[in-house]
Protein backbone atom coordinates (compact mmCIF):
# COMPACT_ATOMS: atom_id res chain seq x y z
CA UNK A 1 0.00 0.00 0.00
CA UNK A 2 1.34 3.24 -1.04
CA UNK A 3 1.99 5.57 1.96
CA UNK A 4 -0.97 7.55 2.89
CA UNK A 5 0.76 10.72 4.28
CA UNK A 6 4.06 12.37 1.91
CA UNK A 7 5.10 15.80 0.60
CA UNK A 8 3.29 18.14 -1.25
CA UNK A 9 4.79 18.90 -4.69
CA UNK A 10 5.61 22.48 -5.64
CA UNK A 11 6.77 22.78 -9.16
CA UNK A 12 9.73 20.28 -10.37
CA UNK A 13 11.07 20.24 -6.71
CA UNK A 14 9.35 18.86 -3.17
CA UNK A 15 8.96 20.69 -0.11
CA UNK A 16 7.50 19.66 3.31
CA UNK A 17 3.88 20.96 4.09
CA UNK A 18 3.36 24.19 6.13
CA UNK A 19 3.42 23.56 9.70
CA UNK A 20 0.36 25.15 9.85
CA UNK A 21 -1.08 22.38 7.49
CA UNK A 22 -3.59 20.44 8.85
CA UNK A 23 -3.53 16.94 7.39
CA UNK A 24 -6.50 14.70 7.44
CA UNK A 25 -7.59 11.31 5.78
CA UNK A 26 -10.54 10.80 4.12
CA UNK A 27 -11.16 6.73 4.51
CA UNK A 28 -14.08 5.43 2.12
CA UNK A 29 -15.71 7.21 -1.25
CA UNK A 30 -13.50 9.20 -3.28
CA UNK A 31 -14.28 12.43 -5.04
CA UNK A 32 -16.43 10.50 -7.85
CA UNK A 33 -19.09 9.57 -4.82
CA UNK A 34 -18.69 12.49 -1.70
CA UNK A 35 -18.44 16.36 -2.58
CA UNK A 36 -16.69 16.31 0.83
CA UNK A 37 -13.31 15.81 -0.07
CA UNK A 38 -12.90 18.64 -2.52
CA UNK A 39 -14.96 21.04 -0.29
CA UNK A 40 -13.32 20.29 2.77
CA UNK A 41 -9.94 21.44 0.38
CA UNK A 42 -11.60 24.23 -0.85
CA UNK A 43 -13.12 25.50 2.54
CA UNK A 44 -9.21 25.94 3.71
CA UNK A 45 -6.25 26.09 2.12
CA UNK A 46 -4.26 25.21 5.16
CA UNK A 47 -6.22 21.70 5.18
CA UNK A 48 -4.63 18.95 3.06
CA UNK A 49 -7.13 15.37 2.32
CA UNK A 50 -5.37 12.49 1.48
CA UNK A 51 -8.07 9.91 0.64
CA UNK A 52 -7.99 6.12 0.80
CA UNK A 53 -10.80 3.17 0.83
CA UNK A 54 -7.76 0.40 1.99
CA UNK A 55 -7.19 -1.08 5.49
CA UNK A 56 -5.05 1.51 7.21
CA UNK A 57 -1.51 0.86 9.36
CA UNK A 58 -0.63 2.49 12.95
CA UNK A 59 2.14 3.74 10.79
CA UNK A 60 0.02 5.83 8.52
CA UNK A 61 -1.90 7.43 11.02
CA UNK A 62 0.86 8.90 13.30
CA UNK A 63 1.11 12.43 11.90
CA UNK A 64 -2.47 13.08 11.18
CA UNK A 65 -4.69 15.81 12.38
CA UNK A 66 -7.59 14.31 11.93
CA UNK A 67 -9.40 10.71 10.50
CA UNK A 68 -13.07 10.71 9.14
CA UNK A 69 -14.62 7.98 7.71
CA UNK A 70 -17.77 7.98 5.20
CA UNK A 71 -18.83 4.76 3.48
CA UNK A 72 -15.37 2.66 4.68
CA UNK A 73 -15.57 -0.80 4.30
CA UNK A 74 -13.34 -2.12 6.55
CA UNK A 75 -13.57 -2.47 10.95
CA UNK A 76 -11.15 0.11 12.47
CA UNK A 77 -8.98 -1.82 15.04
CA UNK A 78 -8.77 -0.74 18.33
CA UNK A 79 -5.36 -0.59 18.44
CA UNK A 80 -5.97 2.15 15.47
CA UNK A 81 -8.44 4.08 17.46
CA UNK A 82 -6.89 4.50 21.37
CA UNK A 83 -3.43 5.50 19.45
CA UNK A 84 -4.88 8.50 17.79
CA UNK A 85 -5.33 11.12 20.43
CA UNK A 86 -8.40 12.82 18.41
CA UNK A 87 -11.99 11.38 17.80
CA UNK A 88 -12.14 9.68 14.44
CA UNK A 89 -15.98 10.70 13.15
CA UNK A 90 -17.51 8.80 10.98
CA UNK A 91 -21.07 9.67 9.00
CA UNK A 92 -24.10 7.14 8.99
CA UNK A 93 -27.05 7.66 7.33
CA UNK A 94 -29.21 6.22 10.13
CA UNK A 95 -31.18 8.12 13.14
CA UNK A 96 -28.60 6.75 15.62
CA UNK A 97 -28.58 4.19 18.27
CA UNK A 98 -31.16 2.96 15.61
CA UNK A 99 -29.77 1.20 12.33
CA UNK A 100 -26.47 0.36 12.91
CA UNK A 101 -24.46 -1.34 10.63
CA UNK A 102 -25.57 -1.99 7.01
CA UNK A 103 -28.81 -0.75 5.52
CA UNK A 104 -29.84 1.59 7.87
CA UNK A 105 -32.00 3.31 5.08
CA UNK A 106 -33.83 0.55 4.32
CA UNK A 107 -34.41 -1.16 8.25
CA UNK A 108 -35.75 2.08 8.90
CA UNK A 109 -38.82 1.65 6.79
CA UNK A 110 -38.86 -1.94 7.40
CA UNK A 111 -38.43 -1.92 11.15
CA UNK A 112 -40.54 1.26 11.99
CA UNK A 113 -37.96 3.32 13.08
CA UNK A 114 -36.73 6.85 12.81
CA UNK A 115 -35.12 7.91 9.73
CA UNK A 116 -32.37 10.05 9.36
CA UNK A 117 -28.29 10.88 9.64
CA UNK A 118 -25.56 10.87 12.26
CA UNK A 119 -22.20 12.25 12.48
CA UNK A 120 -20.48 10.07 15.17
CA UNK A 121 -17.34 9.40 17.11
CA UNK A 122 -16.11 6.06 16.45
CA UNK A 123 -15.57 3.67 19.59
CA UNK A 124 -14.60 -0.57 18.88
CA UNK A 125 -18.45 -1.53 18.29
CA UNK A 126 -20.54 -1.11 14.93
CA UNK A 127 -21.51 2.95 14.80
CA UNK A 128 -21.70 2.89 18.92
CA UNK A 129 -20.01 5.61 19.24
CA UNK A 130 -20.64 9.04 20.84
CA UNK A 131 -22.95 11.56 19.01
CA UNK A 132 -21.69 14.76 17.75
CA UNK A 133 -24.61 16.05 15.04
CA UNK A 134 -27.66 14.29 14.07
CA UNK A 135 -30.60 15.24 12.73
CA UNK A 136 -34.33 13.06 12.11
CA UNK A 137 -35.93 13.21 8.48
CA UNK A 138 -39.46 12.53 8.37
CA UNK A 139 -39.86 10.92 4.89
CA UNK A 140 -44.05 10.56 5.05
CA UNK A 141 -44.71 7.35 3.89
CA UNK A 142 -48.07 7.30 3.79
CA UNK A 143 -48.63 10.51 2.04
CA UNK A 144 -45.42 10.06 -0.48
CA UNK A 145 -46.22 6.35 -0.72
CA UNK A 146 -45.87 6.55 -5.01
CA UNK A 147 -43.09 8.60 -4.76
CA UNK A 148 -40.64 7.04 -2.17
CA UNK A 149 -38.47 4.39 -2.97
CA UNK A 150 -34.99 2.94 -1.49
CA UNK A 151 -32.77 4.77 -4.13
CA UNK A 152 -34.24 8.25 -3.79
CA UNK A 153 -34.69 8.17 -0.12
CA UNK A 154 -30.97 6.77 0.64
CA UNK A 155 -30.07 9.96 -1.89
CA UNK A 156 -31.70 12.75 -0.27
CA UNK A 157 -30.02 11.32 3.25
CA UNK A 158 -26.56 11.23 1.42
CA UNK A 159 -26.98 14.86 0.52
CA UNK A 160 -28.75 15.78 4.15
CA UNK A 161 -25.34 14.60 5.99
CA UNK A 162 -22.93 16.29 3.17
CA UNK A 163 -24.80 19.01 4.38
CA UNK A 164 -24.54 18.17 7.68
CA UNK A 165 -21.06 17.39 7.61
CA UNK A 166 -20.36 21.55 5.94
CA UNK A 167 -22.61 23.41 8.18
CA UNK A 168 -20.61 22.01 11.00
CA UNK A 169 -17.05 21.84 9.39
CA UNK A 170 -15.10 24.00 11.62
CA UNK A 171 -16.70 22.69 14.62
CA UNK A 172 -15.54 18.67 13.20
CA UNK A 173 -12.14 19.72 11.92
CA UNK A 174 -10.69 21.75 14.84
CA UNK A 175 -12.60 19.54 17.24
CA UNK A 176 -14.25 21.98 19.06
CA UNK A 177 -18.00 20.20 19.37
CA UNK A 178 -19.38 18.07 22.35
CA UNK A 179 -20.16 14.44 21.69
CA UNK A 180 -23.13 12.51 23.77
CA UNK A 181 -23.68 8.74 24.46
CA UNK A 182 -26.27 7.23 22.54
CA UNK A 183 -29.34 6.78 24.53
CA UNK A 184 -31.17 2.91 24.53
CA UNK A 185 -30.11 -0.07 22.19
CA UNK A 186 -31.58 1.08 19.07
CA UNK A 187 -31.68 -1.85 16.47
CA UNK A 188 -28.23 -2.98 14.48
CA UNK A 189 -28.30 -5.33 11.12
CA UNK A 190 -25.35 -6.66 8.89
CA UNK A 191 -25.48 -7.36 4.91
CA UNK A 192 -26.62 -10.73 5.49
CA UNK A 193 -29.93 -9.76 7.12
CA UNK A 194 -31.31 -7.85 3.69
CA UNK A 195 -35.31 -9.79 3.13
CA UNK A 196 -35.48 -12.07 -0.53
CA UNK A 197 -38.12 -9.51 -1.22
CA UNK A 198 -35.86 -6.84 -2.52
CA UNK A 199 -34.96 -7.13 -5.35
CA UNK A 200 -33.44 -3.71 -6.19
CA UNK A 201 -32.92 -0.16 -4.55
CA UNK A 202 -35.28 1.75 -7.09
CA UNK A 203 -38.08 -0.67 -5.19
CA UNK A 204 -41.46 0.90 -3.82
CA UNK A 205 -41.00 1.22 -0.37
CA UNK A 206 -44.67 1.19 0.39
CA UNK A 207 -44.98 -1.77 -1.58
CA UNK A 208 -42.51 -3.60 0.07
CA UNK A 209 -43.39 -2.76 3.45
CA UNK A 210 -47.01 -3.92 2.99
CA UNK A 211 -45.40 -7.63 1.47
CA UNK A 212 -43.19 -7.64 4.64
CA UNK A 213 -45.68 -7.52 6.35
CA UNK A 214 -48.09 -9.76 4.70
CA UNK A 215 -45.21 -12.54 4.49
CA UNK A 216 -44.47 -11.99 8.40
CA UNK A 217 -48.05 -12.27 9.51
CA UNK A 218 -48.53 -15.59 7.29
CA UNK A 219 -44.81 -16.54 8.91
CA UNK A 220 -46.32 -15.99 12.53
CA UNK A 221 -49.55 -18.75 11.13
Excluded at 120 to 131: P, R, S, V
Aim: with cysteine; net charge positive.
Amino acid sequence: MPQVLGCLVHGTGQQNAPSNMKKILFLGYDKDKTQLIEQIQTHNNHWEVKQTSKKITLGEIKDLDLIISFGYRDIINNEIISHFKKPIINLHLSYLPFNKGAHPNFWSFIDYTPSGISIHEIDGGIDTGKIIYQKKIDFDLNNNKKKLNFYNTYSFLFKEIENLFMKNIDELINNKFNAYAQIGNGSCHSEKDLPKLLKNWNQNIYETVIENNRLYKKNEK
